[in-house]
């Protein structure tokens, strides 16, 4: 067992919200200097950088996870994450047909470009891939796990799309292992408040959208990892979140 330390949310150029500085080299590079072990890229709605980033990643002697943040039905956000590449990018095509598609509004909302690992554009999505999804929030942990997937609620201490915000509680029936905050300190008070929280496991990422948000180590898990490879930790990390 060795210690790993994570962010299991950040976003890259493909969000319309983040900076176009967040390539997937410079994720990966500034997770180098955080002293982060194991990274997961979670764009809005979409995959589609996390091929790069698999890359990029392995160059820096990061461990990748591919994922995405879902905007639910009820403009909630949950992070969806995948063992394995490919069945992200299978969510990813399925989630196309659960969309609203808006034309993105690059002077108002801004770019969303997709990358290859050499940071250099090949393409950009055209449609706006904040707005909210037709999955209910309800929904979303069963679908992601159709993928192999695991799926969880995002910064539940935010007022913005958090699920306690929108809702008002935590709800009881929602079939999630994990619950994310941003802020650790707020925790206390979220497991004194919604006692439905100590039963899950609590994940602390910083959904990061600009290179500066990303922070130093500090979230970590004790990871078995013998023999050792990237894909026996990030099995582990899955074994972890699926409680």
């Not at 990813?92 to 997709?114: A, C, E, H, K, Y």
Request: glycine share 4%; proline share 5%; net charge negative.
């Amino acid at each position: 067992m060795n210690r790993y330390y994570y962010d299991l949310h950040i976003h890259s150029c493909l969000s319309p919200c983040a900076d176009n500085d967040n390539t997937p080299n410079n994720i990966a590079g500034m997770a180098v200097l955080a002293g982060l072990n194991i990274v997961a890229l979670t764009d809005h709605n979409t995959a589609k950088n996390c091929p790069a980033f698999f890359k990029a990643a392995k160059q820096q002697g990061i461990i990748p996870v591919a994922g995405m943040e879902l905007t639910t039905a009820e403009d909630i956000h949950a992070v969806c994450l995948f063992e394995e590449l490919e069945d992200a990018l299978a969510f990813d095509d399925f989630l196309q047909s659960q969309r609203t598609l808006i034309p993105n509004r690059t002077d108002i909302f801004g770019d969303q470009l997709i990358m290859n690992e050499k940071d250099e554009v090949t393409g950009t999505e055209p449609h706006f891939l904040s707005n909210a999804t037709s999955i209910s929030i309800e929904e979303a942990p069963a679908l992601v796990r159709q993928y192999r997937g695991v799926c969880y609620p995002a910064h539940i201490d935010r007022e913005a799309n958090g699920i306690i915000a929108a809702l008002g509680v935590f709800p009881e029936t929602l079939d999630c292992s994990c619950a994310e905050v941003r802020d650790v300190e707020k925790l206390p008070q979220l497991l004194e408040e919604f006692p439905v929280l100590k039963e899950k496991q609590i994940v602390v990422s910083s959904d990061a959208h600009y290179l500066w948000d990303i922070r130093d180590k500090a979230a970590y898990f004790e990871l078995d990892d013998e023999p050792y490879s990237g894909a026996k930790i990030r099995h582990e990390l899955f074994k972890r979140l699926r409680g």
